[in-house]
Structures are given as C-alpha cells and as structure tokens.
C-alpha cells in the first residue's frame, strides 16, 4: 500500500464509492500515520471492530450489565502470526489471548515482560471474576467500571502493567464519523 493508492484501496477493500472512499482518507490522513498500511489498518479496525462494539456495549448496556474494555498492548507477541516490524506497533485481533491462555501450540512463544504478566494476571483473575460473579472487579484487582450513558460510556484500557479508564473511545475511534457512513 502507498499513499497513491490508499484511497482505491479502502473503496476496493470496504466496498465504497471513490467519494467515501475520498472522504475516509481525510478522516484518516496517511500524513497521520507512519505508514500508509497502518492509516488503512487503524480506519479498518475502527470501522470493523471499534465503533460496531461501542454500539454493541450501549445496547446491552440498557438491559444488563455491561463492561466494556480494549486491549491495548501494541507491544503483545504475537502468537500465531508475526508482529508488524518496527517502527510500527499495533495491538491487533486476538493479541490477548496469550494473556488470558497457556498457547502450548503456537509457533512463537516469546515470553510476556514482568508488565505484561501482571496485566495477563490482573485479566485472568477479571475474567474469572466475571464467570463467577458477574463482575470483573468484584475478586480482581482490576477496578473495572460499569458501561453506560449514567457513568459517562467508560472502557478499560487494558494496557502493561496497569489497565487504565477512559471516556473517550468514541473520539479516539471516529464513531461519529462511522455512525454518519452511507
């Protein structure tokens, strides 16, 4: 991908006219990013995963309880396939799950730092917590707040070696720009 074709790429690759397409490149401009691949990655991931959760986390949340996270370790070995080689770093799809799970069977077994074990031991006992007792923080350390419009759309940031809150992650994610697509 160059920045000459960043454009065709994202109306091949999402299935949009050349004027969306036009106008998701000056949403997410290559000037932004170090590489271009990277600006297709991040609106990809925004608009496939990000804001479809964010909605996701605001319809459950008026019926049940609902808490909501992100991980965000752009520095978590990948397990089944290479990490982008620096000077990009990106957490990426399934990047936790060696976080949460012994892979025995993964071809790369780079160990997890001292601040990346205590994360995967603050998620393991959040999630434990959750199947137990429908609250990750209730037998965590994890102080993991309660999605809704009431606390201001909170999301745990799950990042080494300390998981952090925000109320941002539409902002961060474009989701206003993504709830107007045609």
Known sequence: MTAQNYQSVISAVLGVSAARAA???AEYPVSSYVLPAVAFSTLDADASWACPALQMNQWL???VPTFAYEF???????RYVPN????????????????????????????????QQTLATSMRAAWASFASEGDPSEESNVRWPSFGAENGAKVLSLVPARPV??????????????????
């Open 23 to 25: 106008a998701i490149a």
């Open 61 to 63: 949340s008026k019926r």
């Open 72 to 78: 965000d370790d752009d520095n978590a070995p990948g």
């Open 84 to 115: 982008f080689p620096p000077p990009v770093a990106a957490a990426t799809h399934l990047s936790e799950l060696p976080y949460l799970f012994d892979l025995n069977d993964a071809p790369n077994q780079t160990p997890l730092s001292a601040a």
């Open 165 to 182: 809150v925000f109320s941002d992650f539409a902002s961060r994610h474009h989701c206003a720009f993504w709830a107007g697509a045609q």
